[in-house]
């Protein structure tokens, strides 16, 4: 991985995005342990909210405005939290552990930490506040 404070040359480069995709990762090796059952449903909804962030973080850096970068690292932001509650919902019917969730978890928030610093740089505050 790139390291925090290298030149940004693609979205590759970007540390969020780097979190995002080893974020992915862990959510496809915890939903391996989800019940076949689950495979059109639950299992595909977290896998689904987990390749959104990291997708949506590069498509955004793709597009070269930062109005629309912004608006679709918010919409990053917003499978994240899609992601967490699914995970909540894993545990809740009994297909992942608490300590599963708590792994991917823990690699959720500090995704999120990143993803809302880097929205917060690139939000200019209104005049006047």
Not at 5 to 21: E, P
Not at 27 to 56: C, F, K, M, W
Request: with cysteine.
């Amino acid at each position: 991985m790139a390291a925090t404070n290298s030149i940004v040359r693609n979205y590759q480069d970007l540390h969020v995005w780097q979190k995002a995709r080893l974020l992915a990762k862990r959510v496809y090796e915890v939903t391996d342990a989800l019940p076949a059952h689950e495979q059109y449903g639950l299992t595909q909804q977290l896998r689904r909210a987990a390749v959104s962030i990291p997708s949506n973080i590069a498509e955004g850096y793709g597009r070269g405005g930062r109005q629309d970068y912004v608006r679709f690292l918010k919409t990053a932001r917003g499978s994240l939290y899609e992601l967490q509650t699914q995970l909540l919902l894993a545990q809740d019917f009994g297909y992942l552990s608490e300590q599963q969730v708590a792994a991917v978890m823990q690699h959720a928030a500090q995704c999120s930490q990143v993803l809302h610093g880097l929205i917060r740089s690139l939000v200019k505050p209104k005049a006047g506040k």
